[in-house]
């Protein structure tokens, strides 16, 4: 099983830019996915944004064209860039890790995921 630590959360401008780290501790999968998922308190958690091992990204239709999901595997860390936040982005955010290449398809399913983060509070003021 994966260990994960996010961090890099904060409170942020509406307009700004912030990005959270999330380091992986374990023996990573062969095949995998890893990604970015949110909830506000109340609310059901949502994903955000996802990679896997063959190079494929996807992105919730909210964030796409402003969010950025990449890893550097020499720091065993995955990253979400956050550009042009709104304060409907603010969220506990969640690091998340699963056995396999993302699902055939454009959405990200939570049950894929099987490894996950304490997560890192994010706070877009107006």
């Known amino acids: 099983q994966l260990h994960l630590v996010e961090s890099g959360g904060g409170s942020v401008q509406s307009g700004g830019t912030l990005e959270l780290s999330c380091l992986v501790s374990?023996?990573?999968?062969?095949?995998?996915?890893m990604g970015w998922f949110r909830q506000v308190q109340g609310k059901q958690r949502e994903a955000v944004a996802a990679l896997d091992s063959d190079g494929h990204e996807r992105f919730a239709g909210s964030v796409q064209g402003r969010f950025q999901i990449f890893e550097l595997k020499y720091r065993k860390t995955l990253y979400l860039r956050m550009n042009i936040v709104k304060p409907e982005d603010t969220a506990m955010y969640y690091c998340?890790?699963?056995?396999?290449?993302?699902?055939?398809?454009?959405?990200?399913?939570?049950?894929?995921?099987?490894?996950w983060g304490q997560g890192t509070q994010v706070t877009v003021s107006s």
């Open positions: 374990g023996e990573m999968y062969s095949s995998y996915s």
């Open positions: 998340a890790a699963g056995p396999d290449v993302l699902e055939y398809g454009w959405s990200i399913k939570e049950s894929a995921f099987t490894d």
